[in-house]
């Protein structure tokens, strides 16, 4: 038994197990597959040769009785000697036509679902402009139970709310996102946003140290750390904070005006020109995350 024989084999008996699955295009690939080793080969003849072709004539008959595939075969599928060409080249063009059907069907599919997306979030976003706040809260919430796989879609719907005024309804949509994708920094900074608007700082800190811990240090989440420890009063890493970001950008003025309020408190303690407890050395900074 030649080793090119046992390859058709092998794609007859994946076909074979296609068919009975009623996978139609597998089905044809497996036998597309077959025929262009049959094709090439010179070593498949005499007895192997006449048993692929009962073989392959047994997987066709079951293929071409699908009721998918009587309108593309109506007078069913036949395998002989010698057709090996023909045949390869009717079922080649048979899973090009259907694979740009389906890809067609799919991009069609796509479009109608960012339609439907829009069309939702436009009728959400009409309300909350007309300040009808709990229809506008009822679809944008059914938005989100529609579509709850669309990348971006808790962001997007957090976005809005909190551009309303409704920072606490936004919430759960912030932590939606970055349960849905904690990979993007965006919502990680709408939280930390929304949580300061509330006066919740500490839930605010939280958000920014979390930031912190998966995306590493830029001048952004050193100045949010600034400015938040300024309102906590949490000088020492307020001081640390600013001078992280003066590292980064040595003009910037947010910086500036937290050095000018945190410096002093730092100072007062006694610290010799440095920080209290050896902070503000100009070393990383190293929050307790």
């Not at 038994?1 to 690939?29: D, L, P």
């Not at 009962?54 to 997987?59: C, F, K, N, R, S």
Request: hydrophobic share 40%; with cysteine.
């Amino acid at each position: 038994m030649s080793e090119e024989f046992k390859e058709v084999i092998r794609h007859i008996n994946r076909a074979k197990a296609y068919v009975n699955k009623f996978e139609a295009i597998r089905t044809m690939q497996c036998i597309v597959d077959a025929l262009e080793l049959l094709m090439k080969s010179n070593s498949i003849f005499g007895r192997e040769r006449f048993e692929l072709e009962i073989l392959l004539g047994e997987v066709l008959r079951t293929l071409a009785s699908m009721d998918e595939m009587r309108n593309i075969f109506p007078k069913g599928l036949t395998y002989k000697k010698g057709q090996e060409k023909t045949l390869h080249s009717v079922l080649t063009k048979v899973l090009k036509t259907i694979s740009e059907a389906i890809e067609k069907a799919e991009i069609d599919k796509f479009r109608k679902r960012k339609n439907e997306i829009d069309r939702y979030m436009l009728q959400g976003q009409k309300l909350l402009d007309e300040k009808n706040f709990i229809e506008a809260r009822k679809v944008l919430r059914r938005t989100q139970e529609l579509f709850a796989d669309e990348p971006g879609i808790n962001q997007d719907i957090g976005q809005r709310l909190f551009k309303a005024g409704l920072a606490p309804e936004a919430l759960e949509f912030f932590e939606a996102a970055i349960r849905q994708d904690n990979r993007d920094p965006r919502p990680y900074s709408y939280m930390i946003n929304v949580q300061e608007s509330l006066g919740e700082l500490e839930k605010a800190e939280h958000y920014v140290k979390e930031a912190f811990k998966n995306f590493g240090g830029n001048e952004r989440i050193y100045l949010r750390m600034a400015q938040l420890a300024v309102k906590l009063r949490k000088w020492d890493e307020a001081f640390d904070a600013a001078q992280q970001v003066l590292e980064l950008n040595p003009y910037s003025q947010e910086a500036m005006e937290v050095m000018k309020q945190a410096k002093p408190r730092v100072f007062g303690r006694g610290a010799d020109g440095q920080a209290a407890g050896g902070q503000g050395s100009g070393q990383p900074i190293k929050f307790d995350i």
